[in-house]
């Protein structure tokens, strides 16, 4: 799946709208997409300690949740028309369960993708559980 349906978009959208930003109100959704196919949500929940859970790492949760480890794609949402691109400790999650192939996603508030990115493009030269293999 390389763009979503209007279905998928209007999930998303609506996960989105139910982010709890009380201190931001910057809202955004996250939708993962395992590699058997899978779709998970997620939205951003904020806590009044500033230590919140971003989009993609609540729908990397429920991916996890479900018994699903690899992640074919990612589709991030914001509530503009700029991007809104995974953070550094999403980006890292999203390295965890990422396969070369796999796509992230950044779309605009409507859902129009406005730019698509390979993992190695979000966080090159990336520190990986492959890394912690030759610690032994």
Same mark, same amino acid.
């Not at 996960?15 to 939708?31: I, K, Q």
């Not at 914001?78 to 070369?100: I, N, S, Y």
């Given at each position: 799946?390389?763009?979503?349906?209007?279905?998928?978009?209007?999930?998303?959208?609506?996960?989105?709208?139910?982010?709890?930003?009380?201190?931001?109100?910057?809202?955004?959704? /996250?939708?993962?997409? #395992?590699?058997?196919?899978?779709?998970?949500? !997620?939205?951003?929940?904020?806590? =009044?300690? %500033?230590?919140?859970?971003? /989009?993609?790492?609540? #729908?990397?949760?429920?991916?996890?949740?479900? !018994?699903?480890?690899?992640?074919? =794609?990612? %589709?991030?949402?914001?509530?503009g028309d700029h991007l809104c691109t995974p953070c550094g400790d999403c980006r890292q999650?999203?390295?965890?369960? =990422?396969?070369?192939?796999?796509?992230?996603?950044?779309?605009?508030?409507?859902?129009?993708?406005?730019?698509?990115?390979?993992?190695?493009?979000?966080?090159?030269?990336?520190?990986?559980?492959?890394?912690?293999?030759?610690?032994?």
């Amino acid at each position: 799946m390389s763009q979503l349906n209007g279905e998928q978009t209007r999930r998303l959208i609506a996960t989105r709208d139910r982010a709890y930003v009380p201190y931001s109100h910057h809202p955004v959704g /996250a939708l993962i997409e #395992a590699d058997d196919g899978s779709l998970y949500l !997620g939205c951003n929940v904020e806590v =009044a300690h %500033y230590k919140g859970l971003c /989009a993609e790492a609540s #729908a990397i949760a429920a991916m996890i949740t479900a !018994g699903h480890r690899t992640i074919r =794609a990612a %589709y991030v949402l914001g509530p503009g028309d700029h991007l809104c691109t995974p953070c550094g400790d999403c980006r890292q999650r999203l390295r965890e369960f =990422a396969t070369p192939e796999t796509r992230i996603h950044v779309l605009n508030a409507n859902g129009v993708a406005l730019k698509h990115y390979r993992m190695e493009d979000l966080l090159p030269d990336s520190f990986g559980p492959e890394n912690l293999n030759d610690c032994t």
